[in-house]
T-cell receptor, first 114, second 113 residues
Framework: AQKITQTQPGMFVQEKEAVTLDCTYDTSDPSYGLFWYKQPSSGEMIFLIYQGSYDQQNATEGRYSLNFQKARKSANLVISASQLGDSAMYFCAMKGFGNEKLTFGTGTRLTIIP | DSGVTQTPKHLITATGQRVTLRCSPRSGDLSVYWYQQSLDQGLQFLIQYYNGEERAKGNILERFSAQQFPDLHSELNLSSLELGDSALYFC????????????FGPGTRLTVT
């Protein structure tokens, strides 16, 4: 079984500052994938970034990077130079290889303050 | 725009009724997944189809069923609806295989009154 824990229900960050959203996971699978999704108030789920458990380097996608620490079982999302449009719910998710369902955390509501 | 389409966007119906939610995956994607997002349960995986065949089942109630058609679109059927079935239902698609991210549709918001 897989479990995702997001301990920050809500965060307030000043515009243009960097922000780190925490995610820890638990799994017995030898290999797995970690994902971050953004859900704006409009409701859609937007894929942001993916990290494979055997990837040697941390994933980056534009202003998003994933700080992957395998020994600590953490996969924190870092957003650089935050913008007002980054205000949304952010979900960390994972799936084990051979098991295609995504297991989601409870999410973090990020609010960017002008 | 993820390329995944879902209809309808909103659905309001009464308890005891039956509804059908429709999903068209991204071009080329063979896998379709259904998820339910509710306030009390969060985001939960319901069921997955791959190229017309059921591949994985999650926390899907017996009152719910799904299928994937030869053109790869999928339908989720919800019957004997209860108030607690009110939720946002997402369809997602991927090429298939464990390493691929899933792209979500805009969701269908179901309200049972």
């Amino acid at each position: 079984a897989q479990k995702i824990t997001q301990t920050q229900p809500g965060m307030f960050v000043q515009e243009k500052e960097a922000v780190t959203l925490d995610c820890t996971y638990d799994t017995s699978d030898p290999s797995y994938g970690l994902f971050w999704y953004k859900q704006p108030s409009s409701g859609e789920m937007i894929f942001l970034i993916y990290q494979g458990s055997y990837d040697q380097q941390n994933a980056t996608e534009g202003r998003y990077s994933l700080n992957f620490q395998k020994a600590r079982k953490s996969a924190n999302l870092v957003i650089s130079a935050s913008q007002l449009g980054d205000s949304a719910m952010y979900f960390c998710a994972m799936k084990g290889f051979g098991n295609e369902k995504l297991t989601f955390g409870t999410g973090t509501r990020l609010t960017i303050i002008p | 725009d993820s390329g995944v389409t879902q209809t309808p966007k909103h659905l309001i119906t009464a308890t005891g009724q039956r509804v059908t939610l429709r999903c068209s995956p991204r071009s080329g994607d063979l896998s379709v997944y259904w998820y339910q997002q509710s306030l009390d349960q969060g985001l939960q995986f319901l069921i997955q189809y791959y190229n017309g065949e059921e591949r994985a089942k999650g926390n899907i109630l017996e009152r719910f069923s799904a299928q994937q058609f030869p053109d790869l679109h999928s339908e989720l059927n919800l019957s004997s609806l209860e108030l607690g079935d009110s939720a946002l239902y997402f369809c997602a698609s991927s090429p298939g295989g464990s390493s691929y991210e899933q792209y979500f549709g805009p969701g269908t918001r179901l309200t049972v009154t």
